[in-house]
Each structure stands twice: as C-alpha cells, then as structure tokens.
C-alpha cells in the first residue's frame, strides 16, 4: 500500500509551477564541470613541455665543463620542479573528473593515466610546435636560471658574457655582474670561434688568470634557444653544439689553472 | 494527458523519459518508487515515518525538477536513490547529527545473507547474535554502513551501489570487503 500519494506530490508540482529545468541547462553546468579537468590537462602539458625543455637543454653537450660526474649532473638535470608539478596537477584532475556527470566511476589510475597519457601527446606538441622557443619562455625560466648560475662561475673555468670588443685573439666580455673580462682567445679551439661577435652572449669554458683575466679554450654561443635570442631557430642548436672532446690543448689550459684545478678538486 | 493503465508496460528509463511532457508518467514513478525509498530512508535514519515521507517527498520533487538530467545509461532506481541518499544526508546535516543504520523487524532474513556472505553458518544465528549483528553494524563508520546498507538491505550490485554513491566500483568492493572483515572480526567473540 502506498503510504504516499502519487496525487499528492503531483499537486504539490502544479501548485508550486515546479517544472523540469531545461536540458540546456544540464548540458551546460557538465561542460562548466569539463574545465577545470580540461585546464589541469593543459597545464600538465605545459609541465611536460617544460620536461622536455629542461631535459634536452640541461646541457649535455657542456657536460665535462659542468659537472665532474655523470651522477651529479643527472641530480642536476632532473627537472624535479616539472615533476612536481605535473604530479600535483595530475592528483588535481582526479578531483576535478570526479565532479563530472559520469566521471565518478572511473578509478583513480584510470583517471590519471589518461591524464598522463594527454598530458604527455599534449607537452610533446607544445615542445615540438614552438619551433622559436616564444611561448614556454616561462617554462625556460628556471632551466636558464640554473644555466646562468652554472656559467657564472669565471673562477672555476665558465664565464657568461656579452662580447664587447674584440682585438686580434683578446675580446672583452662583459659578465652578468656588468664586470669586464680581457679574454686571450689565442688558445681556444677554432672551430667555437665562429661564435665570437660584438654583442652577442657567449659562454666560455676557459680559467682565470693571476691578472683576473681569463684564458678561454672552448667558446660556445650562450643563446641556444635562450631568452637573449628568442628568434633563435631549435635546429640551429644541432648545427652549432659542440660535438668534439674537450682537444689535448683545451686539456692543457685547464690544467694549468690553479684556480680550475682547485675548484675542481 | 496519458492513460493510467497504458503507464504500466513502460520501463522505468521510459516513464523518465516521457515525464518531461506529462506528469502523470512521473506520478507512475512515484507509485513505484514511494514505498522503496521511504524503507531506505528508515533503514538509513532513525527519522519518524512522516520525516522519511517528507525526505522521499522532496526527493521526487528533485527528480522531476531534475528529469533531464537523468542518465539513460543508468538505471532509474539508481539514479532515484542517489537523490533520496542524498536527501537523506541533507536532512541528517540539518538535525546535525550522523546517518546511522537502522534494522527494522522486517528484515530478519538479512542476517542470514550477512552470515551466509561472511562465511558463517546459518544455524548459530540465534536472536543473541543478530542484536549484536546490528549493534556491530551501527558502530561501523557511515561509509560502511551505507555500503552494507545499500548491499544487504536494498540488495543493489556493485554498480548499482558504485552509481548511487557515485564512487568507482572498485572503492565498493574494497569497501564491501573491509566492512565484512570488520564485521567478522568484531563477531568473533560471540561465535
């Protein structure tokens, strides 16, 4: 027996004018509930992008001049901020899917491995599509951060600067501090001169000398998909990456340094 | 307006569907469901019987209000006790006190299918010990509860119950799991 009239409530609808809310109306409050999924996944995909960026530009080619072990510079090179960011932003879409029409039956691996899944085809596009390095210029930040503070270091070999002048086998460059540098180019190998020129930054592998000049065997154009050079073509870098061993000259000049040899030590 | 008896050969998804344009196939509904989601409530709550009419009231009026929200993918019943469930925790939040499950003499025989699902015999389940069946049941925590609840009592499969609580069916299971582990453990000392 049924103890509550189907009458009654029916009435109760008429008397109030209670009327079905239109299906638009649902349509659109589960698009409103897609967003905050969609956004988490771009965003994932600008961290993967930003993955990619810190991986390959982590500066394998300067390695030996950076780092002298393999395992610190992999301690170095992992960009662990991406990482992290990409985790929190991956637990972030489980809630916002949870919150959809039907996303509630998903499980959480599920859920979050097609968000990795996006995320990754997504990061892979973005890193691969902005062929010119304009639109993750925030993402480099932190990599060209780490870079900079790598390269800021004249008294254990590297030196980042503007070339000012050059004269015969001296330049001058002048380093992020606004200090000048009397650089003697004569020992540095001949096929990373090509890279000096007024005005653009360079990066110089090398050693500091009594008179606090520097003596550089290596240079290297800094602006490899850098900030300086933002027009700077991704697949000039391959052209102009240093592919040869540190030469037995090179070798030379850095071992005569009491300073490197002191740092390195 | 549609005919009383022509209502009777529809499903449920079908009355949902043809509610929209005449209320009658929704008053079907109600004449289905009313009886159902009034015992859940009661189940779920120590409400008095008007409490639980209004809940189960105001749940239909939800549902017709919400009718085109309603998923033909899933089955009605589900979608009608999502909304009673849901309800029914509003209305606990308003008397500000916590859903609790309730075991009325008319369902005697679930502790034959709790016993039977925990692996114990049917035969030792005296009156002494489904009391303290019911008593264990009640100091579970409220996501076991409703588990148990939507399980034993409304008998509801995993997605059915997965599609009310609206949780993945895999969180049933583990939770179905640990709530019958719970249960045992808590029992051992009376067996």
């Known amino acids: 027996m049924n103890t509550l009239n189907p009458q009654d409530i029916l009435e109760k609808i008429?008397?109030?004018?209670?009327?079905?809310?239109?299906?638009?109306?649902?349509?659109?409050?589960?698009?409103?509930?897609?967003?905050?999924?969609?956004?988490?996944?771009?965003?994932?995909?600008?961290?993967?992008?930003?993955?990619?960026?810190?991986?390959?530009?982590?500066?394998?080619?300067?390695?030996?001049?950076?780092?002298?072990?393999?395992?610190?510079?992999?301690?170095?090179?992992?960009?662990?901020?991406?990482?992290?960011?990409?985790?929190?932003?991956?637990?972030?879409?489980?809630r916002a899917l949870r919150t959809t029409h039907s996303?509630?039956?998903?499980?959480?691996?599920?859920?979050?491995?097609?968000?990795?899944?996006?995320?990754?085809?997504?990061?892979?596009l973005i890193y691969l599509a902005d062929d010119t390095y304009k639109a993750d210029s925030f993402i480099r930040y932190s990599v060209h951060t780490r870079e900079k503070a790598i390269w800021?270091?004249?008294?254990?070999?590297?030196?980042?600067g503007v070339v000012e002048k050059i004269e015969n086998k001296m330049i001058s460059v002048k380093d992020q501090k606004g200090e000048v540098w009397s650089v003697d180019i004569s020992q540095a190998s001949t096929t990373t001169l090509p890279f000096v020129k007024i005005g653009e930054p360079i990066r110089i592998v090398g050693t500091t000398t009594e008179d606090d000049d520097f003596v550089?065997?290596?240079?290297?154009?800094?602006?490899?998909?850098g900030v300086e050079v933002p027009n700077q073509k991704r697949n000039n870098k391959i052209n102009i990456m240093p592919k040869q061993k540190v030469s037995t000259d090179c070798e030379e000049v850095l071992?005569?340094?009491?300073?490197?040899?002191?740092?390195?030590n | 307006m549609a005919e009383v008896s022509n209502t009777l050969?529809?499903?449920?998804?079908?009355?949902?569907?043809?509610?929209?344009?005449?209320?009658?196939?929704?008053?079907?509904?109600?004449?289905?469901?009313?009886?159902?989601?009034i015992r859940y409530v009661l189940r779920r709550s120590h409400a008095t019987r008007e409490d639980a009419e209004d809940i189960v009231q105001n749940s239909f009026i939800k549902m017709y209000r919400n009718i085109n929200d309603f998923d033909s993918t899933l089955k009605f019943s589900s979608w009608a006790?999502?909304?009673?469930?849901?309800?029914?925790?509003?209305?606990?939040?308003?008397?500000?006190?916590?859903?609790?499950?309730?075991?009325?003499?008319?369902?005697?025989?679930?502790?034959?299918?709790?016993?039977?699902?925990i692996n114990i015999e049917k035969e030792i389940i005296n009156k002494e010990i489904k009391k303290e069946i019911e008593n264990i049941i009640q100091t579970l925590d409220p996501k076991y509860q409703e588990i148990i609840s939507l399980r034993f009592f409304e008998d509801k499969n995993y997605d059915e119950i997965a599609d009310i609580l609206q949780i993945p069916p895999g969180t049933v299971a583990?939770?179905?799991?640990?709530?019958?582990?719970?249960?045992?453990?808590?029992?051992?000392?009376?067996?």
């Open chain 1, 14 to 94: 008429k008397k109030d004018d209670i009327r079905p809310r239109a299906k638009w109306f649902f349509v659109l409050e589960h698009a409103v509930l897609w967003i905050p999924g969609a956004i988490v996944t771009l965003v994932g995909g600008v961290a993967v992008a930003g993955m990619f960026y810190s991986g390959f530009n982590s500066g394998w080619e300067y390695r030996e001049f950076t780092h002298d072990s393999l395992l610190n510079f992999f301690i170095d090179a992992v960009p662990f901020v991406w990482i992290i960011s990409f985790g929190l932003f991956s637990s972030l879409i489980v």
């Open chain 1, 255 to 264: 071992k005569t340094s009491k300073h490197f040899n002191r740092e390195r």
């Open chain 2, 9 to 37: 050969l529809l499903t449920d998804e079908e009355l949902a569907a043809l509610s929209v344009s005449d209320t009658v196939y929704f008053g079907e509904l109600i004449r289905r469901y009313s009886d159902t989601l």
């Open chain 2, 174 to 191: 583990i939770r179905l799991s640990r709530a019958k582990k719970l249960l045992k453990e808590k029992l051992a000392n009376y067996l």
């Open chain 1, 216 to 225: 550089a065997c290596r240079v290297f154009p800094w602006g490899i998909g």
């Open chain 1, 152 to 160: 800021d270091t004249p008294t254990q070999g590297r030196l980042l």
């Open chain 1, 103 to 124: 996303g509630y039956r998903l499980s959480a691996g599920r859920i979050l491995l097609s968000s990795v899944t996006a995320s990754i085809l997504l990061g892979g």
């Open chain 2, 81 to 117: 006790y999502r909304i009673t469930h849901n309800e029914t925790i509003d209305w606990y939040r308003k008397k500000q006190s916590r859903p609790q499950l309730y075991i009325g003499n008319e369902d005697e025989n679930i502790f034959d299918s709790i016993a039977s699902d």
